[in-house]
Structure formats: C-alpha cells, structure tokens
C-alpha cells in the first residue's frame, strides 16, 4: 500500500492518512460575528468526502483585536460553540476529522477588521498596513487566557484537536521573533524571554484541554528577513517542543502572511521548506507536518518513505480540488490541477476562497 495512505497519529489522535489540509483562510464567516457561514460547513464537508485525513481550519481569531481580515470565523466567545459544533457533526457524519487552527493577528491585523493593532513592541514597516503599539503586560497576560479559552471552546464544540499558530508574522511569532520583538522585560531579550509567550500560550491552553487531547503547532522557523529569527535559532525552538506539551509541528517559514510561492510547476519546486524540515528532524522526535508547493503523489511518497515527515500537508490543491487525496489513493491522478497562481482568495464580500483558475490538464 502507499505509504501516503497509511495510518498515523498525533498524539492520541488516529488520522487514516497522511494527507492533511493546512489552515487556509476560507473567508466563509459572518463579519459581524465570525459565525461560520453556511458554506464553510459545505466546504469542510466536501474535504472530509474527499478524502483528507485531517482538515485544520483556517485561523480562528481569539480575540476580537485579533482578527486578523474580513470574514475570518472566531473562536472568542462561548456563544460561537453551537454553530461551530453543528459544522462539526456535519464533518464527523462525512466521516472526516477537523482540527481548529487558533490565532491572534497582533500588528498583521487589517485596519477593516479591527480599530488599531498591537504587537510585542511598536512596529512600523513597509509590509504593514498601519503602525503597531506595544502591548501593556497586562493585555499579553490577558491573549495568554484568551488562547486557553479558545482551545477550550474548541474542544467544547467537538473538534479532533488544536493548533496553535506561531507563523507567518502573527502575533506568537512576533513574539518570538528578534525582528519584532525588542522588549527589554521578561517577554522579550533572549531566546528563553522572547519563546515565553509562545510557552505560556502553550500552557494556558493545555491546561483548558486535558493532557490527552492533541495540541500541536504550525511553526515559523525562520523570518527569511535581515534581524529576524534564524533557522538555527528556529531550531533551538523546536528543541523545546516536546517539553512544553505539543502533540505534533508543522513546519512553515516567512514572516510576512502573503508569502505564498507562485509557479510550483514540476517536482524540482516542491517541498521547498524540506531543509527546514530536516533541521527540525535533527531536533525532535515529534511528528513532522511538510507544507509548502508539494503537488505530485510522487514527491510526497518521498518525502514520507525518506522519514523527513509524517505528514504532509496541502492548501492550494485542496482549494482546486477538494477530492484530490481520492484521486491519488484511487490512481486517477498522480499531480495536483492546481497551477499555483494564488488567485483563491477574493476580494468580494460573502464570496470566500475559491479556484478561479482554468483546469490543469494533468
């Protein structure tokens, strides 16, 4: 049997395959709220169908000044269990498993979602939208809690388990991160002040779950920028995982959200955080989650049979092709129709994620 439909787990949590959907932004929630509209249940229903092993939702916000863009489902108050908890049911009936990535935006928040953004320490760059101020102890020991009672809720409305997201430039990587964090207290310095909050994040919300419900990452390893955090400092991270609690690591890099790599057409361009996975390998016995352009059956059998990771992970390919896991388990297709152009997601309201590509003849 291929290796990428084989069975494996994060933490106590049995996924029948390899195949996971990384977080994407669906744009798929009520504005006012982040209620899940009805078309976010369809399109997770549609990837359980389809065969995903795992489906991680796109980044749920856990506070209101953390939401991060127009339409992004949030995961801040008990009143939003219900309806999430119906989409659950919908996925689990479909006979698929779903995670909810939990998120907090910090300075990456656009100026139509939120009134004004915070990060570790007051920022102003050209990838920002708008400055950001430094965060009050106070309000960082107060998204500590919020994280917690996040996952709780996230547990509360039946979900299979939760990922914490410390990439991309959102809030827990600017923490983490020398780039954007310069605060001279103990959330910021070295590396043991400036991973604290990313610690203490970690805590709060194993502490709402339980130790047996699975908790895992999507980590940046390194910025890719001038000051920012360095693989080798990534991995010095990554050693301290598996002390702190977590499940399981998906490794991903960049610290600006719009990072997306266009023009993934032949094998030689996919994978391309493999040598950041291989470093985290080096550092730790967790199970490894690949991202990052893989597209063809046979590269991600590779990546697998060469135990560089357990898992890999897709986001565009699910957006073409929801079926896609299918496809390959029942060889009607070996490569992905996706034409890595990035042109999912809209800027029409009540729209959300779709492909708007022509098809790949593959």
């Not at 976010?40 to 795992?54: F, H, I, P, Q």
């Not at 990452?217 to 000051?227: A, I, S």
């Not at 997306?260 to 391309?272: D, H, L, T």
Request: glycine letters at 12%; hydrophobic letters at 35%.
């Amino acid at each position: 049997m291929s290796l990428l439909f084989t069975p494996a787990k994060i933490g106590n949590l049995e996924i029948p395959n390899r195949i996971l959907r990384s977080a994407t932004a669906e744009l798929m929630a009520s504005n006012l709220d982040g209620k899940p509209r009805e078309q976010l249940k369809s399109l997770w229903v549609a990837l359980a169908k389809g065969g995903t092993g795992l489906i991680i939702t796109g980044h749920m916000y856990v506070h209101p000044s953390g939401k991060c863009h127009p339409e992004m489902a949030g995961i801040y108050s008990d009143e939003l269990i219900p309806s999430l908890k119906g989409c659950v049911d919908a996925v689990h009936e479909a006979g698929g498993k779903i995670a909810v990535q939990i998120n907090h935006g910090g300075m990456q928040c656009d100026p139509r979602a939120v009134n004004g953004t915070i990060a570790p320490s007051a920022i102003e760059d050209d990838f920002l939208d708008q400055p950001a101020r430094e965060m009050s102890t106070d309000e960082i020991e107060m998204l500590v809690d919020a994280y917690g009672q996040a996952a709780r809720r996230v547990k509360e409305a039946g979900f299979d388990g939760v990922q914490i997201h410390a990439a991309h430039g959102y809030l827990v990587n600017q923490f983490i991160s020398p780039y954007t964090n310069k605060r001279t207290d103990k959330w910021g310095g070295d590396l043991q002040g400036r991973t604290r909050f990313f610690r203490e994040v970690t805590r709060s919300v194993r502490e709402q779950v339980g130790a047996e419900y699975p908790v895992f990452v999507k980590f940046g390893m390194e910025d890719g920028l001038e000051g920012g955090l360095t693989a080798e400092e990534g991995a010095e991270v990554i050693s301290m995982m598996a002390e702190m609690g977590l499940d399981g690591l998906e490794i991903s890099g960049g610290i600006e959200a719009n990072n997306v790599r266009k023009g993934i057409r032949n094998p030689s361009r996919e994978a391309y955080f493999r040598p950041l996975v291989q470093l985290a390998r080096e550092k730790t016995d967790l199970p490894l989650i690949m991202v990052g352009g893989m597209r063809s059956k046979g590269v991600m059998e590779e990546v697998l049979s060469s135990g560089d990771a357990d898992f890999i992970a897709l986001c565009r390919p699910l957006i073409n092709e929801p079926n896609f896991p299918n496809l390959m388990k029942a060889g009607e297709q070996e490569t992905s129709g996706c034409i890595s152009s990035s042109n999912c997601w809209t800027e029409v309201m009540g729209e959300g994620i779709s492909c708007k590509c022509p098809p790949l003849k593959v």
